[in-house]
């Protein structure tokens, strides 16, 4: 019995890259939502920060409205402050 020889076709470079491009654009709709839900939590994130900033820069002004560092006229006259270090 005379066994026969199978050719096998060598796969050439475009066929590779074929192949490969198609498994990217495969991953890509798999990993746009988890990249989507990192984005808007970081700006979520950023959002909360801010807030919590501007909490202690208003507890602050009120506490050295309490202790009257900062005199209620310019308050109430719309005076602007200068933000500096002691802030933040």
């Known amino acids: 019995m005379k066994l026969q020889k199978t050719k096998r076709k060598n796969l050439t470079l475009i066929e590779v890259l074929i192949a490969f491009s198609i498994v990217v654009m495969s991953i890509f709709p798999l990993l ?40 209620l006229n310019d308050v109430l006259g719309e005076r602007e402050f200068q933000i500096d270090e002691s802030f933040l």
Do not use: C, D, W
Not at 52 to 59: E, I, K, Q, R, T
């Open 32 to 71: 746009y939502p988890h990249v989507f839900i990192f984005r808007q939590q970081s700006v979520y994130t950023q959002k909360i920060e801010m807030n919590h900033a501007v909490n202690l820069m208003f507890g602050e002004i009120y506490r050295r409205l309490y202790l009257q560092e900062i005199p």
